[in-house]
């Protein structure tokens, strides 16, 4: 099993950055898929990015895409959310979720996909 703890919380005015952490303990990450979901006051857990056990392959929801870059360094146990050029629309609570795939290609964009979950950061953007 592994756990799983997100970093990197802050308050940020819109146009500005931040960088999230999500941390693996209890086993070694590298074969785990891992995905970046958030949920804003009121509405439902959204897909952010995911990428794959061996870091080749991400995927990006289309309301992210060219402002968010997800990466990962299994040295380190850690993966990665890079968030530029941030919206007020962002503002949410981040998790992120890891589950052993199948192969070292695969990632996952449903919620339920995932296994292990941490325990989310907030996001907030001001205008």
């Known amino acids: 099993q592994v756990q799983l703890v997100e970093s990197g919380a802050g308050l940020v005015q819109a146009g500005g950055s931040l960088r999230l952490s999500c941390a693996a303990s209890g086993r070694t990450f590298n074969s785990y898929a891992v995905g970046w979901f958030r949920q804003a006051p009121g509405k439902e857990r959204e897909f952010v990015a995911a990428i794959s056990w061996c870091g080749s392959f991400t995927y990006h929801a289309n309301s992210v895409k060219g402002r968010f870059t997800i990466s990962r360094d299994n040295a380190v146990n850690t993966v990665y959310l890079r968030m530029n050029s941030l919206k007020p629309e962002d503002t949410a609570v981040y998790y992120c979720?890891?589950?052993?795939?199948?192969?070292?290609?695969?990632?996952?964009?449903?919620?339920?996909?995932?296994?292990?979950w941490g325990q989310g950061t907030q996001v907030t953007v001001s205008s």
């Open positions: 979720a890891a589950v052993t795939p199948p192969s070292s290609d695969s990632l996952y964009v449903g919620e339920k996909s995932y296994d292990y």
